[in-house]
Every structure is written in structure tokens, then in C-alpha cells.
């Protein structure tokens, strides 16, 4: 009777609504190479570019501070400032756009998918407010459903645009996908911007708020250089390996990062230190509990998947694959750790982390791949995530208990686990698609039960917790 209720839990609502997004995303990716020309498929990369650019300035980091406070304040007034830092925004990118298009002609379609991302960013900023206030209220369930709905509608759009040959208006979608956001969004927590005088306490959530939204910018030029870098140097083929390789080696800890947006709540919720202290080890183990398993799976069967999912042609990444693949043991802990900091007050450590890892890819990165070629790429995201360990010594002198110790303890559960998969790696070193999937399930299955009887009255707990029965 453990799980009868897991439906109703919002991590596993948050966890499917990944599973959705990922799943279309891939579909996207398979659609759009098969329909659209080399020039049109750049097109779609460039909306998708702009997608998350409309996340970022739309507002959704700049009201985060509403998720720490547990007073009731006009929010409409909150909005409306939150509406006046947006647009001024857009209206600082429509002028240099005005001004870049006057000097160097670019293309039309890029003006288009500016135009259309301004007004997104506008039209995104009427959601801000509303996802902000159900995150604090650890609603999850209305974001999922939102977030699902906006993915359909997106992709659904994009579709019929590019089956009736309209590629050239694929912005569109951006445009719809933010109307239905902010449309669903307002009618579940009405929140429409008010003038009014801000009042002189909330100034400090701004300042988290702008704090947050500043290191997710500098997470993001950061991952734009390295593109350029190897692009440029190596050719696009390369940078695709490399790309690959990440994606594929670190997928079962991204997967799980969108749990940051969930554990941050949480944490803000509790005010005694001791119980957030106690209940931050047990999310810590909750979230490694996940993601050793499958990270281990991943790691012995990975010839195997590459070669029945992905193609012979990727094998040539594989020592790039086995460096990345270490991300896994450090993001499955720096997730929870800077959620548990930004809700304790540290909130400054974000973006000082997200600083010294800008730095490490950018002179790190240059280097090594100046005099290693594109493995330089790899080995400099190990560097990047070694940095980690100052995060972990940090958070371990706040809380009470044994840090690592919370993470060991969750690793060594799959030790059975990867015994039984380097056996059977080892005996049926050659596989076929449909048998690997069935071992691959087996395994887990397997897994599974052996957590559920061992673990489950700390599982029962942690769950518990998490559906804000603390």
C-alpha cells in the first residue's frame, strides 16, 4: 500500500510532466530533421533558442522571491513592477534590434522570430506571477498540467505550420504557446498587474529574484560559447558529438533537475532549522535513491544502447560519454544543496557558483581545447562539476548530520544492482534492441522491489514530506 497515493504526490506529477516534455521534445527533433531542409531545421533551432530566452526574461526567476516569504502582500502590485522591468526589457532588445537590422540587413526570418519572441517575453510575463504563488503553495499538479498543455500546443502548432509548408511562420508558436500560459495561468491565480506603491519589504525579493534570474543568463552564455568554440574549430559534426555524448551520459541527472523548482519550495516552507536540516537529507537521499540506479544502468549497458538506439556512427564519442557521465554523481546532490541554500539565505551562492563556472568554461575550456582538441570539452565539465565538492562542504557545515554519509548510503542500495548488470553485460555482451529493453526492465523492476522492502518506511516518510505533510 506504499504507493497508492504516489499519483497524487507532485514530485511524480513534476517527474511525468518531464517525461512528457522530454518525449515530445525527441519527437520534435525526429519530425522537424525528417520535414525541413538544413537551412529550415536551423530556423527551428533558433525558435527553440528563443524559447528559452522567453523563459528567462519573461519573468518566472525575477518574482521567485514570492516562493521565501510567508506574508500576504498585494501581489498585483508585485506584478506590476515585475510587468515594468519586462517591458522595459523589450523595449531595450526592439531598439537594438532596430538598430542592428539598419546596419547589417540580417535575415528576415531572424527580425520575425525576434518580434515574435518581444512579444512572448510580454505576453510570458502574465505568468510569472501566478506559477509563482502555486510553486509556493507547492501546487505542482496545476504547473504540470500548464507546462504539459503548453508542450502540446507548441508542438501541435509548429506541426501543422510545417505540413502546410508555413515554416517561415514557426514563431507562431512561441506566440500561442505564451497566450495559453498566461490565459490558464491568470484563471487559476488571478494576479493581474495593479499600480500601486511596492512596498518597501518585498524590495528584498526582487533583489533575490534579479539575483536569480542573472545567474540563469550566465548559465546560459555559458553554454552558448562552447558551441562557437568547436564549431568554428572543429566543425559542426564535432560539436554534435560532443553535444551527444552530454546529453546522453548526464540524461538520468537533467531528467531530475527539474526538481530544483520543487525542493525549493519545500525547504522555503520550514522555518525550524532543525526539521529543515533533518528533511534535507532525506530529500538528498530521495533524489540519489533515483538517479543511482539508473545512472548505473546507464553507465554498464552503454555500448549497447548506443549501438541498438542511437547507431554505430556515435561509438566514436564513447571516451567523451564515460567523462561526462560522472556529472551524475555530483548533480544528483548540487540540485537539493543549492535549493536548500537559496532557501536558507544563501541565496548569493548561485550566482557566485554560476560565475566560477562561467570563468572555468571560458578559460578553462579554451585551453584544454586549444591543446586537446574537443575531449577538452569533456574534461573541463569534469572540472566544473569538481567544484561541487565546495558546495557539498558548505551545505555540510549547515546542517546536522552526516552528509555524505545521506549520499553513500543511497549509492551502496544499487550496488546489488550493478553487480547483476556486469554479470549479464558480461554474458550477453552482444544484444539485440528487444532483449537489452527487457533486461534493461528486469533490472529495474527488480530494483525497485528490493528498495520498496529495505527502504520503506524512510520511502513512506520522504514521500510524506514531500506531499507537504511535514
Known amino acids: 500500500m506504499l504507493y497508492y497515493k504516489q499519483i497524487s504526490n507532485p514530485i511524480f506529477l513534476m517527474i511525468f510532466r518531464q517525461g512528457i516534455i522530454q518525449l515530445l521534445n525527441i519527437f520534435m527533433t525526429i519530425f522537424m530533421a525528417r520535414s525541413l531542409n538544413v537551412s529550415e531545421y536551423g530556423y527551428y533551432v533558433a525558435i527553440l533558442f528563443t524559447l528559452s530566452l522567453c523563459v528567462i526574461f519573461s519573468g518566472s526567476y525575477l518574482v521567485s522571491g514570492i516562493i521565501k516569504t510567508d506574508s500576504k502582500f498585494d501581489y498585483r502590485s508585485f506584478a506590476s513592477f515585475n510587468h515594468l522591468i519586462v517591458i522595459s526589457i523589450a523595449a531595450l ?9 539598419l546596419i547589417f540587413r540580417f535575415d528576415e526570418r531572424i527580425l520575425f522570430i525576434i518580434i515574435i519572441g518581444i512579444l512572448s517575453i510580454y505576453i510570458g510575463s502574465f505568468q510569472a506571477v501566478p506559477t509563482a504563488l502555486m510553486e509556493k503553495s507547492i501546487q505542482f499538479s496545476n504547473i504540470a498540467i500548464i507546462e504539459i498543455l503548453q508542450a502540446l500546443v507548441f508542438a501541435a502548432t509548429a506541426i ?11 514563431p507562431l508558436s512561441l506566440l500561442i504557446r505564451s497566450i495559453l500560459g498566461a490565459l490558464v495561468s491568470q484563471f487559476i491565480y488571478p494576479s493581474l498587474p495593479r499600480i500601486s506603491r511596492l512596498d518597501r519589504k518585498l524590495w528584498g525579493l526582487f533583489y533575490f529574484g534579479i539575483r536569480n534570474q542573472s545567474s540563469q543568463l550566465i548559465s546560459i552564455s555559458k553554454d552558448s560559447l562552447m558551441p562557437i568554440i568547436i564549431g568554428s574549430r572543429f566543425g559542426s559534426s ?25 525542493y525549493f519550495p519545500i525547504f522555503s516552507s520550514m522555518n525550524d532549522e532543525h526539521d529543515k536540516s533533518h ?192
Not at 532588445?93 to 537590422?101: G, H, Q, R
Not at 558529438?241 to 531530475?256: L, R, V
Not at 544484444?431 to 530494483?447: M, R, S
Open 93 to 101: 532588445v526592439a531598439i537594438m534590434l532596430t538598430i542592428s537590422f
Open 160 to 170: 501543422l505550420l510545417v505540413i502546410n509548408k508555413l515554416e517561415i511562420y514557426l
Open 238 to 262: 564535432m560539436y554534435g558529438q560532443m553535444s551527444w555524448a552530454q546529453t546522453a551520459a548526464t540524461y538520468p541527472a537533467m531528467f531530475m533537475a527539474i526538481l530544483q523548482r520543487y
Open 279 to 470: 528533511n534535507f537529507r532525506e530529500i538528498l537521499w530521495l533524489n540519489n535513491i533515483i538517479i543511482a540506479p539508473i545512472s548505473l544502468i546507464l553507465l554498464v549497458f552503454s555500448k549497447s544502447i548506443v549501438l541498438n538506439i542511437f547507431g554505430d556512427q556515435w561509438l566514436a564519442s564513447m571516451n567523451a560519454f564515460y567523462i561526462f557521465w560522472v556529472a551524475n554523481l555530483f548533480i544528483a546532490s548540487s540540485v537539493p544543496c543549492m535549493s536548500y541554500l537559496m532557501a536558507s539565505g544563501r541565496d548569493e551562492l548561485q550566482i557566485k557558483f554560476a560565475v566560477l563556472w562561467a570563468i572555468l568554461s571560458w578559460v578553462v575550456g579554451l585551453i584544454l581545447i586549444q591543446y586537446m582538441g574537443p575531449i577538452g570539452f569533456a574534461i573541463t565539465n569534469l572540472v566544473i562539476q569538481l567544484t561541487n565538492i565546495f558546495l557539498f562542504l558548505i551545505v555540510r557545515g549547515k546542517i546536522r548530520g552526516n552528509f555524505f554519509r545521506t549520499i553513500g548510503s543511497a549509492w551502496l542500495t544499487a550496488v546489488p544492482l550493478l553487480a547483476f548488470a556486469v554479470i549479464l553485460n558480461f554474458c550477453f555482451s552482444s544484444l539485440e534492441l528487444v532483449p537489452l529493453l527487457l533486461i534493461l526492465f528486469i533490472l529495474l523492476i527488480t530494483h525497485v522491489i528490493f528498495i520498496t522492502f529495505t527502504c520503506r518506511t524512510r520511502i513512506r516518510k520522504v514521500l510524506n514530506l514531500l506531499r507537504g505533510k511535514q
